[in-house]
């Protein structure tokens, strides 16, 4: 995800970006070298602007990781809601928040990957860790729900089961590329897969 | 994991350390703010030690992170070295790797994160994340020939899938803790429960 390659300049010798473009290459600094490691200065350096031209896009690098969370988090959330909106069993309920999770992380792979990545230091990011673990708990209810339908075995713990099966799904932010060799439609199966009946074949 | 206590104070206001204690020490350190981001003198201000001080134990902040990262990679080698060394057919080789592997991440819990967190920068990290790859490879082939078997499904990608029950297994150093109310060895139980046969009940 280059936009640095001068097709959008708007001047000659200056790279004209949107605000789309600036938050995409923020995101993918901030996923190499970390958020906190990176500057202002960084970031205007590799998108070849000066600090105040960058400051016309966005009034500060906060601003930029605020608006890559609730990228990563609405989507989540989304997927979640959708879920709990249908009259469905619990368990249908639960597949669907997987395999859309996935959805979600293989569409916004950069935006994702930066959340999984925070560490807390800031009010953005403890607000955003608050989300993603409230987004835990109500998996973990759906996950406890389908146990009391009998849908979901019972001999593991709601709240490890949930970890285990999403950090499952989240490692995926790890080796997934979106031109890479795997498609991610295919990709949600095999997770579901895997999660829901394990690496043994079911004929067995 | 404090070492900071005073406990092994060795004068007066002057903490002595032993060369675990110092590593633990950095361990946590690199964990907590990166690598990178973590200064001989960080570690020296956390330990409550001069610069010289800390250099009587170790010659550099990367002969740290190396020492950790062999920690950490041969454990995870050992436990796939054993399971070769067995007799026995692929699938039961591939459950007493994902169960081992469980065992040196909570054994080995913050030299294992260290190892997860890695990004690569230097000639260390480079060649932990070689040694990793290769482990990782071995864990695909094992797979490819359990599946061979008939004991492993064959309808994920062997690839896909050890990336899968890794991504699982590695996840747990996001929340596991030693002192916390979760027992490793149910863990890795029902890490192999989840992996082997899902979240579905068999009996269904």
New interface residues.
């Given amino acids: 995800m280059t936009v640095h390659s001068g097709e959008t300049t708007a001047r000659r010798g200056r790279p004209g970006y949107d605000r789309d473009q600036v938050l995409a290459v923020a995101v993918q600094l901030f996923n ?3 958020y ?2 990176t500057s202002v200065a960084d970031l205007a350096s590799r998108l070849g602007l000066t600090k105040s031209a960058l400051y016309h896009h966005f009034s500060s690098k906060e601003e930029l990781l605020a608006i890559a969370l609730e990228t990563a988090l609405s989507g989540l959330e989304a997927v979640l809601d959708r879920a709990l909106a249908v009259e469905a069993p619990a368990s249908d309920r ?1 597949t669907a928040v997987i395999s859309g999770a996935v959805g979600v992380l293989t569409d916004e792979l950069a935006p994702v990957t930066l959340l999984l990545r925070l ?1 807390g230091n800031s009010a953005v990011e403890t607000a955003a860790l608050e989300r993603r673990r409230v987004f835990d708990q109500q998996v973990t209810a759906l ?1 406890r729900a389908a146990q009391d339908e ?8 709601a709240g ?2 949930t ?10 932010v ?2 997934y590329r979106p031109d890479g060799r ?1 498609d991610p439609d295919l ?1 949600a199966q ?2 579901l ?10 004929e ?1």
Same sequence: chains 1, 2.
């Fill in positions: 190499e070298q970390g906190d490691a639960l560490r996950v009998g849908r979901i075995r019972t001999d593991v713990d490890v089961a970890r285990l099966i999403f950090g499952m799904i989240n490692s995926v790890e080796w795997v990709l095999d997770v897969r895997v999660a829901l009946d394990g690496l043994h074949p079911r067995q």
